[in-house]
């Protein structure tokens, strides 16, 4: 018995002192599928309580939210200094690294957009409309929350902290999967958040991060089609495709935007060149930037030399049909593939057409049904335009850059919506909501 | 030369006359992959014009597609014996069988169907809203058809008139696939209808049938999502199962209902009974009929014992909870699984609950969130019902068998949605468009 026992033996003829966790057998680390089903399952019983919470918790719970990451600056950068330093390691990336960093800024940004949304209405609740049916019976239609929402998203950490306080604010749950290149940075902003909220009185889970990153915890949220009721990706072309191939949850997409402007043979041309510029130039990484100018050949000629001109000044390189580069000789020569691409950067394609046929023609065979413009005085082509087009939104003289929940006037959105159910376009805090229908009765049954 | 060719030889040195076609060489048959892709591919081509066909050309197709199934009542009745009688050797079964059939009554029917469709207004082109900018521009929501829908069902051969209808007045494309029972039926009507409409106006390709019944063909739909934008399942577990699992393309479910009726303590019995017998009675095998009544213990003295008899009288078998069957001996006492069990048949669960929360924390547990009722005179405890309890419908003092797309005022239905996005309940006519967002712009740019 005064042998030490050997290092490796923990048996209980060891004399080493044992300290009290080393009692308790240490439980196997959870699968990724067992980390998954628990945390769906704690989502889906918050929701139920999450649905019926006052405007006036939520709307605490947001102010709470929002305080909490102006409290936390310094937590928050420091976690997120870890990110940048893996991510400038990895892929030594300069304009993705910008759009990861998180500043002093930026955080007051943050907290400041979530103290908007406690200023929009609460969507939870609002009748839609009534009525009287024949046998007496008053039926309704009551804006609910939709539920349990998955939210897949990459590189920008502002978009755990929009996407859960409009979650809230509409009385979903939400479960968010930021990008591994961000996962210090979205968990320190997911779990101030989640602490203050619950603080404030919100169920626990109703803010769910998935702090995990393996891809098989994506894969197996999007299974968890018992517990989840819609899956919201925002992201790149990869991320799109991976979850529609393998989501088993109804999913609304946040895709690309090919946006054309199409300036008619009766166009105002000053305001022609004014919309064009701002719709290539003012952001041209964002969904709904210009990528394609279609010019009537009447108004060629007196239109494309000054706008190319212009729009090269601003920087952007011109990539022109055989028509274009005969106008504008600094136009490059466009190639097919120029047609129909998302550039998201500098680049503009250009084609002149004979008319609003051909350039309709255009734009369904080329466009992604995002953001369509006509530039016209033309009473009758623009009503034919904004009724024949299809699109999210289709505009009449007007920047394709307006397609947004702020320019509408829906308040905060959570993005624009490429799916064409439930939700189209800019999706703010009544398309996260879904209805009931609520039945007044006094006795009637089904004859 | 002279001798003749054995039998299985086709060379050409065989002396046998050749039949012109046979000079042709034979196309080799499509795959179901190819068959698949020219469908879809035909239905979005269709889907572009079908959207902007007029209301009139819309119902001028509609009543003749009602004209033409009761013109060739005999044709379409030659073709459901074919299904019938294989149905018969296959399974022999009756009440499957009895649903199957096509009579003059029920082709009339269809054709009646029809015509009330025409009668509903045509809700593309209806503006949902419009209003102003603070930079002067007019944003508006316009109601638009979602575009291409593949309508996957079983059984019923009047689902594919049906569906054809509300789609094509809908402004929207349907690919329509029946199951292989209806086979012959549903092609016979699908013909009918779609050269009725094309005859009208209507483009070719608006009104597709998959007349191939390999499950590797719907199989191959389901991944169409470049072509396809909805997918409605209309059928039993197996059909969810399997189109949820496989769909890329966003789901609409009309799955089954677990509905309850809860009686409260301060129910009207009499009008409880009615509604009860009602909503167990008048049509069980359907999603809105009540599966389980909860009642609640005070009154369940003075109400369970002439409810059982009644429903015993009227057929349907009592399951009851241990003091169900203590105060009704002629109950069969419920198992476990009796309670959340879609019985679409003549039994009845029954549970003596202690008080709403109990009730309705049963209705959480066990429910489907389709059609929810309390029988109760208690102002606050029927708000709280309507307000806290999660189903498609919630109702007051009513039968759950009005949970109805008719009933609710809606107009015809293509069937009470369980998905929690785009179209929860009934869905009719509205339901089966989305929006676009208009803009009326004078110059406005993104500042």
């Given amino acids: 018995m005064d042998t030490p026992a050997p290092l490796t033996d923990t048996s209980d003829a060891s004399l080493e002192p044992v300290s009290p966790e080393a009692l308790v057998p240490e439980a196997p680390p959870k699968t990724n599928q067992e980390y998954v089903e628990e945390l769906v399952k704690k989502a889906r019983a918050a929701a139920g309580k999450l649905a019926s919470l006052s405007t006036t918790i939520k709307d605490q719970a947001l102010t709470a939210m929002a305080d909490g990451l102006e409290a936390k600056a310094d937590d ?31 955080i ?8 908007q949304i406690v200023k929009l209405p609460d969507p ?3 009748s839609l409309k009534m009525w009287q049916r024949p046998n007496g019976m008053l039926v309704g239609r009551v804006r609910v929350p939709i539920g349990v929402i998955g939210i897949i998203y990459e590189s920008r950490p502002n978009v755990t902290a929009d996407s859960a306080a409009l979650c809230l604010k509409s009385g979903n749950v939400c479960i968010l999967r930021g990008g591994s290149e961000a996962i210090h940075s979205n968990t320190a902003i997911a779990s101030v958040l989640s602490e203050a909220a619950e603080k404030a009185g919100v169920p626990p889970g109703a803010i769910a991060f998935v702090d995990r990153t393996d891809r098989e915890v994506a894969l197996a949220l999007l299974k968890q089609d018992k517990y989840v009721d819609l899956i919201i990706p925002r992201g790149g072309e990869s991320l799109m495709k991976t979850v ?33 510029v701002n719709a290539k130039v003012q952001r041209p990484s964002t969904c709904n930037a210009m990528e394609a100018l279609l010019v009537h050949e009447k108004i060629a000629k007196a239109f494309l030399p000054d706008i190319v001109k212009e729009l ?10 055989a ?12 190639t097919e593939e120029d047609y129909g691409k998302e ?3 500098l680049i503009l394609a250009v084609k002149v057409v004979k008319n609003m046929d051909e350039a309709m023609e255009h734009i369904a065979r080329y466009g992604s049904c995002h953001t ?19 699109a999210s939104a289709v505009m009449i003289n007007a920047s394709t850059r307006l397609n947004d929940g702020y320019q509408f006037g829906l308040g905060a959105e959570i993005g624009i919506s490429t799916t064409r159910i439930h939700a189209r376009g800019p999706m703010g805090l009544e398309e996260l909501t879904c209805s009931k229908f609520v039945v007044y009765g006094s006795g009637q049954i089904r004859e």
Same sequence: chains 1, 2.
């Fill in 244 to 276: 529609t191939e393998e989501s088993r949850i109804p999913v609304i997409k946040h895709d690309k935007g090919i946006c054309h402007t199409y300036v008619d043979a009766d166009a105002d041309l000053a305001m022609a060149r004014t919309i064009c």
């Fill in 323 to 334: 028509k274009t580069c005969q106008i504008s000789p600094d136009a490059k020569p466009a």
């Fill in 343 to 345: 550039f998201l950067a």
């Fill in 108 to 115: 007051k940004d943050m907290a400041d957009g979530i103290r």
């Fill in 372 to 390: 369509e413009a006509i530039i016209t005085n033309d009473y009758g082509r623009s009503l034919r335009f904004l009724r024949e087009v299809d």
């Fill in 312 to 321: 090269q000044a601003a920087g952007v390189e011109i990539r022109g049909c």
């Fill in 124 to 126: 939870v609740g609002e």
């Fill in 76 to 106: 928050l950068m420091a976690a997120n200094e870890k990110d940048l330093e893996a991510f400038e390691q990895a892929k030594g990336g300069t304009a993705m690294a910008d759009r990861l960093k998180l500043t002093p800024t930026r």
